[in-house]
T-cell receptor, first 111, second 115 residues
């Protein structure tokens, strides 16, 4: 079983729509969770960290469910510029700096 | 502004050539840097952890003699792909982290193509 699994998509949505997707992780000892955004042929860029209580950053909302070992990302009022691959990233254990990456969920926002 | 600088961004060379990639931490001193590789449509895979002043820690399956890592200062780590072959063609990315549980910041990546 992969350490981090994501639905690859693609999620094709119109501008203004809401899109949400999940990511599951296998290591129950994972402590830190992040969503990164990766544009085609570019490096990943941090979108937001995910906190236990859930957190919001503008149009983006992240949730963490430790019991079911998944995190989610919701994008409201989608913009064309939101088109990208979203990577779910999880630390491998509580004392380790190593990150495990999902393969990414592709979102395409159309006009 | 950029936290990490990676150079070069693109390399195209013949099989058998050795290629050196540099990764610089711009905002803080980094005793640890990370090197990843990403093949098309796949997730980033950690290759090795670069430790300042000591040997790098390689992940299982990564040949340390092929991927030489040198972390000579607190702001610079280099990855040398020795005698590169077409199967080494990939996107190589370095990252730095400011502290435990902090997110990692990535360099721009180096797209390596071996002919």
């Amino acid at each position: 079983r992969k350490e981090v699994e994501q639905d690859p998509g693609p999620f094709n949505v119109p501008e203004g729509a809401t899109v949400a997707f999940n990511c599951t992780y296998s290591n129950s000892a994972s402590q830190s969770f992040f969503w990164y955004r990766q544009d085609c042929r570019k490096e990943p860029k941090l979108l937001m960290s995910v906190y236990s209580s859930g957190n919001e950053d503008g149009r983006f909302t992240a949730q963490l469910n430790r019991a079911s070992q998944y995190i989610s990302l919701l994008i409201r009022d989608s913009k064309l510029s939101d088109s990208a691959t979203y990577l779910c990233v999880v630390t491998q254990s509580s004392n380790d700096y190593k990150l495990s990456f999902g393969a990414g969920t592709t979102v395409t926002v159309r006009a | 502004g950029a936290v990490v600088s990676q150079h070069p961004s693109r390399v195209i060379c013949k099989s058998g050539t050795s290629v050196k990639i540099e990764c610089r931490s711009l905002d803080f001193q980094a005793t640890t840097m990370f090197w990843y590789r990403q093949f098309p449509k796949q997730s980033l895979m950690l290759m090795a952890t670069s430790n300042e002043g000591s040997k790098a820690t390689y992940e299982q399956g990564v040949e340390k003699d092929k991927f030489l890592i040198n972390h000579a200062s607190l702001t610079l780590s280099t990855l040398t792909v020795t005698s590169a072959h077409p199967e080494d063609s990939s996107f190589y990315i370095c990252s730095v982290r400011q502290g435990l549980s902090q997110p990692q910041h990535f360099g721009d990546g180096t797209r390596l193509s071996i002919l």
